[in-house]
């Protein structure tokens, strides 16, 4: 069962060409209301690294969400050659659903090399193995909740991930805007770079604004709760593989005006700094 999620993972960020330009992408139902924050961010990617040179990658990505994405419908993605200089390509990639824009974004890419390095260190937490997993909601606990977060909870996902501090999303306690999570994919892939950076743009979206909820005693299942994924950098500074074991790295220095910021580090288990991001998400409670 994981192959067969983690295979259609990969064909949902391997677009379609309708020419030099455009391309064009299925939605994959994951449970949620809308398209999925994190399958926009690597779709857009992968659209951006099919108009250019295979020797350069992708080291940073910023994107502004500008509207829900329709999960019943495809997503036209629309590629801006804006430069190819002599070590580093730019491109302007917008999403595009219903004749409106969903997703503005631009992708730099640098071919490899050498100079001066450092790194932060990884936090010390233990290791992936002696991470429980997280354990199922029960029955009863699901029949509370509304149909959609009944599926998002209740489907196998091609992701696993390891919570180094559990939290009960049904009854949060506050506590300090910090958090730690291992994750890898199910399943094994091939050793492209490129495929592995997009689903990294994936998987980047989870649980990163939820950091900025932490000290307030509430989570996405809080009653009236409205989140959503406003903006979304990321930085890409060593090669990884997203099918084995990574630590992302949480904080949330701010939250104001309903709106939270997050950033993440994202490590390897042998604590190799690969990547870096930062978010800001709308943070609502709605009137009854």
């Known amino acids: 069962m994981s192959d067969n999620h983690v295979g259609e993972l990969v064909e949902l960020i391997e677009l379609e060409r309708l020419e030099d330009n455009l391309f064009r992408g299925q939605s994959r139902d994951i449970g949620t209301r809308f398209v999925f924050g994190g399958q926009v961010l690597g779709q857009a990617l992968s659209a ?4 250019v040179d295979p020797k350069r990658e992708a080291h940073s990505l910023h994107a502004y969400f500008l509207r829900a994405g329709d999960i019943n419908a495809p997503i036209v993605y629309s590629v801006e050659r804006t430069r190819d200089g002599g070590s580093f390509s730019s491109r302007r990639v917008v999403a595009i659903q219903h004749g409106q824009p969903i997703l503005n974004g ?25 991470v429980e997993p997280m354990p199922a909601m029960s029955l009863e606990q699901l029949g509370r909740l509304p149909e959609k977060t009944q599926r998002w909870l209740g ?9 180094v501090w559990p939290r009960d999303e049904l009854r949060p306690a506050k506590r300090p805007p910090y958090q730690h999570i291992w994750f890898r994919l ?11 950076q997009a689903l990294l743009a994936y998987a980047s979206d989870f649980h990163l604004i939820g950091t900025a909820t932490l000290p307030h005693g509430i989570s996405y ?8 994924s406003l903006d979304h950098a990321l930085w890409f500074h060593r090669p990884f593989r997203i099918d084995e074991w990574l630590l ?14 997050a950033r ?18 709308l943070i609502r409670v709605r009137p009854d």
């Open 48 to 51: 951006a690294q099919r108009t």
């Open 248 to 261: 992302y790295s949480f904080d949330s220095p701010t939250s104001q005006g309903a709106r939270g910021l």
């Open 106 to 130: 631009s992708i730099s890419f640098q071919e490899p090399e050498e100079g001066y390095e450092h790194q932060m260190s990884m936090p010390e937490v233990p290791a992936p193995e002696d």
């Open 155 to 163: 489907i196998d996902g091609p992701f696993e991930f390891r919570h």
């Open 221 to 228: 299942l809080t009653r009236n709760m409205q989140m959503a």
């Open 186 to 196: 199910t399943a094994p892939i091939d050793d492209t770079l490129s495929l592995h």
């Open 264 to 281: 993440g580090m994202i490590y390897t288990r042998d604590g190799i700094l690969v990547a870096s991001t930062a978010q800001e998400g």
